[in-house]
């Protein structure tokens, strides 16, 4: 089983979106582990977005992540990162493959509604930035045995 973290980002929340975008994945079959609507702060968002310091996008970034409310997800599935990875579509809206999230809601780079882990190392970083041992459940649903072999 593989973890990865997934946040509804500002625009998909004030668009109210919340709900498609979990049954997006949870219609694919993964599991959410750990799930809470939460402000990000400058000093949380600067520890996420550390990789992109220094470019000219980050100042925006930052301004825009703690600008409303998110929703912070730990899905849980074989091959998780890459589910979401798809299912989310390209980071450019006009690039992603209909049918995706992007694709379908969004039209901008910086609004693109979503973000995902985009690797196993970057998932182990970014989990524990938002979801404590203590807040990430391990359970099994009654379907995983329709879902995973």
Do not use: C
Request: glycine share 10%.
């Amino acid at each position: 089983m593989e973890r990865t973290l997934v946040i509804v980002k500002p625009d998909g929340v004030q668009r109210g979106l919340i709900g498609e975008i979990i049954a997006r994945f949870e219609r694919r079959g993964l599991r959410i582990v750990g799930m809470k609507l939460m402000w990000i702060d400058e000093s949380l968002a600067g520890r996420h977005y550390a990789i992109h310091k220094g470019k000219p996008f980050y100042e925006p970034l930052i301004r825009y992540i703690t600008s409303s409310p998110v929703v912070v997800m730990a899905l849980e599935g074989n091959d998780a990162i890459e589910i979401v990875r798809r299912t989310m579509g390209a980071t450019k809206p006009a690039e992603a493959a209909p049918g995706t999230i992007r694709a379908d809601f969004g039209l901008e780079i910086g609004r693109n509604l979503v973000h995902g882990s985009d690797g196993p190392e970057t998932a182990a970083f970014e989990v524990p930035l938002f979801f404590t041992e203590d807040e990430l459940l391990s359970y099994e649903r009654d379907t995983d045995r329709w879902i995973f072999e």
